[in-house]
């Protein structure tokens, strides 16, 4: 979101700074919170092509490392699949961590492996694992600077496709998926109800100056 405030500020100030850094660039035009969730098959596909041409990980999963780690996240609905292994719903909640984080995201394939084997030392590895995940994780600040109704209001103003999907069209587009963390979704769900403010010409377009600026987007962030 600084992003876009840094462009508003260059289409409004054109000349009021020497030189823009946008990192993690959000487009306009290009990206919108109501695409969020389909967002994130993506790029863990493209984890899992890295995963095949890994001597290790593409060995330990025989060169379909998207084939087994669908297909675990898939069956971790099915009770019958790896029936000893007890923290289904505790992968199934870490998932979209795991698979945002820059420094986790390998270890989805890891975890996918074991489990595909489902051995009682798999089992044990996995849950051990899942159960130490938060307390090596870094902790949020004491002081929260973050406001839901703030950062609705933006997606549902500026943010949202027009005209907008459905609640039903946004809930099955995450139903297909693999990895869909819910946020478009629960958006979505109050875009009939919200107040939102009223686009002005500069939302959705990009700012005419001269001023230098330097994007920066990582290929492998949902």
Known sequence: Y???????????????????????????????????????????????????????CGEKLGHAAWATLSGVMTRLDDAEFCPAFSGRATLRLR???LLGHPVFRAHLFALAYRLS????????????????????????????????????????SELWREPAPTSQELAERCANQIFCPGASVSIGALYDIWPRYARDEYVGQWPNTRTPILAMNGTLDP
């Open 2 to 56: 600084g992003t876009l405030r840094a462009m508003r500020l260059l289409q409004i100030h054109p000349r009021g700074v020497d030189g823009v850094v946008l990192d993690s660039l959000l487009a306009p035009g290009i990206n919108f919170m109501s695409d969020y969730d389909a967002q994130w098959d993506p790029v863990a596909r493209d984890l899992a092509a890295l995963c095949d041409v890994d001597p290790v």
């Open 95 to 97: 998932s979209m961590l």
């Open 117 to 156: 084997r489902c051995g009682p030392a798999d089992v044990a590895v996995v849950e051990h694992y899942l159960g130490a995940l938060l307390s090596v994780l870094p902790l949020p600040p004491g002081e929260l600077r973050v406001s839901p109704v703030l950062s609705n209001h933006v997606a549902l």
